[in-house]
């Protein structure tokens, strides 16, 4: 074990899929310097998200709490239900409070449109990246601790990691921020939340072309190869500026996935195009709760606390992330109780993951009982599958979307008022066992009734719980 405390980086790509690397079995896409932090660290095979879209995933990673208790239930930044409640604390409050010089590079989507919601009051002395869901990457809008920057020439990928690969050399050269005290001799947190692979789909033509000439891809998928191509590069210079600084050793990085990826039709230079390609052996995609689309990448290294070349076959989920950091760190998180405990020992091999339940459960505007709603207790998942209607986002909230693109963040007054929907009855809830059907193809819930009786109580019991809770909290958000 390291006598200093260590240096955290914590990479997050948005709807990168299990598929979507090299080392997880992609193999027309070269992911090089993500293959080599996996092979000087943990891969991890069973690493789920708290949540199957963006916000609500974000989140339960940087709460350690399930989204439902956060308040975060989707993405409509225009009804405000991408915000995490201000009284939850997030890793950046968790850090900071600990000594930490705490920094945020990237897609934020966890509050925006008020400014208590910025990542400069959520625990981040320092911020570059944009507020919202979405953003051009040739055309974009960044905000810089509340000040606004717009497009300059550069990639969107590439500023997001010149911007990370900077405040690891300030802190190499003991220079804090211009307008930031903090001590730059400190350990330090930092995310950096690429954008990468979410649409627009926008690369290089560089990155593009080779997937191009291959001639057994469509445009899109090309491009979209071509995004997580050069967030890899990135990857590689933010791990050579650690090089360089020399704290490689003692600092952890963790690269990971806010979601599934989306497998479905995309706007594409003007036409629709399909995003199908592979995701390992997984059913589903972004927004379901099905494996494909919470079952995620995870690659954690750290020379001086973690084996090399090592894989973790245990379950891990997002809420694991804020205490198992924390306890590397020597850090106690104070504020709520978390639903993550403490994973190092699995991510080492010396002990089994902790063995309590999980569940996950998604639909637009108010939650929904019984719908898109899974449980892991073990090796077994029962899952109910969407109910249709509950799935749909209302065309104005669209439009919303649209104008974060075309202006930068600004302030407004948000509502949330009730979505009036008439909603088909709930499906009976399947039993799967997932080590040995990763597809979800076997029902198994009339071969094990007595199990999938059980399960159902415990969830149904999970959802009303966290649904109380939420409720009578809601009006502190």
């Known amino acids: 074990m390291p006598g200093s405390r260590p240096n955290i980086v914590l990479v997050v790509a948005d709807d990168l899929g299990y598929g979507d690397l090299s080392c997880y079995g992609n193999t027309i ?60 604390r997030t890793m950046g409050d968790v850090f900071a409070a600990a000594g930490y010089r705490t920094g945020y590079v990237g897609k934020w989507h966890s509050g925006l449109h008020d400014r208590r919601y910025h990542p400069n009051r959520r625990g981040f002395a320092e911020f570059a990246g944009f507020l919202s869901g979405i953003m051009d990457y040739w055309d974009w809008f960044l905000d810089y601790n509340g000040a606004s920057r717009r ?59 080779p997937f191009r000439e291959r001639g057994d891809l469509n445009d899109a998928v090309a491009t979209l190869y071509g995004m997580v191509a050069r967030m890899d590069h990135g990857i590689g210079q933010i791990l050579d500026a650690l090089d360089a600084a020399g704290c490689a050793d003692n600092t952890i990085v963790l690269v990971t996935s806010d979601n599934g990826p989306w497998l479905g039709a995309e706007r594409h230079r003007g036409e629709r195009a399909s995003m199908r390609r592979f995701n390992g052996p997984f059913r589903g995609q ?66 089994a993951a902790g063995a309590a339940p999980r569940f996950w459960q998604f639909n637009r505007y108010d939650p929904v009982p019984c719908c898109n709603l899974a449980m892991r207790d073990g090796a077994w998942k029962l899952y109910w599958p969407r109910i249709p209607e509950a799935m749909v986002k209302l065309r104005e909230d669209n439009a919303a979307v649209r104008e974060l693109m075309a ?14 929907r008439t909603l088909s009855a709930p499906a009976e809830p399947e039993l799967y066992r997932i080590p040995d059907d990763p597809w979800e193809s076997r029902n198994l819930a009339a071969a094990h009734p007595d199990r999938a009786a059980r399960m159902r109580l415990a969830a149904e019991n999970w959802f009303a719980a966290v649904e109380a809770a939420r409720r009578r909290q809601a009006p502190g958000r």
Not at 45 to 69: D, K, M, N, V
Not at 196 to 202: A, E, G, I, R
Not at 296 to 316: H, K, N, Q, S, Y
Not at 407 to 413: G, L, N
Request: glycine share 8%; aromatic share 6%.
């Open 29 to 88: 896409l070269a992911t090089p310097n993500i293959d080599r932090l996996a092979a000087e660290g943990v891969r991890c095979s069973q690493h789920y998200s708290g949540a199957p879209l963006c916000a609500p995933a974000r989140a339960a990673l940087l709460t350690g709490r399930y989204h439902h208790r956060c308040g975060a239930l989707s993405v409509e930044s225009n009804r405000g239900l991408d915000r995490i409640a201000l009284r939850e």
């Open 151 to 209: 497009a300059d020439g550069r990639y969107q990928t590439d500023v997001f990691t010149a911007e990370a690969v900077d405040f690891i050399e300030r802190g190499a050269a003991r220079r804090p921020a211009p307008g930031h005290g903090a001590d730059a001799a400190a350990p330090f947190f930092l995310v950096v939340a690429y954008h990468v692979p979410h649409s627009p789909l926008q690369a290089p033509e560089e990155c593009c072309a």
């Open 286 to 351: 972004k927004q379901d709760v099905l494996e494909g689309g919470i079952r995620v990448p995870a690659i954690a290294r750290w020379p001086a606390g973690l084996p090399a070349g090592a894989a973790c076959d245990e379950m891990l989920h997002f809420c694991d992330w804020l205490p198992t950091l924390a306890a590397a760190a020597g850090v106690v998180p104070d504020g709520l109780p978390l639903d993550g405990v403490d994973q190092m020992a699995a991510l080492r091999g010396t002990a």
């Open 407 to 420: 202006r930068p963040h600004f302030e407004m007054a948000v509502a949330d008022p009730p979505v009036e």
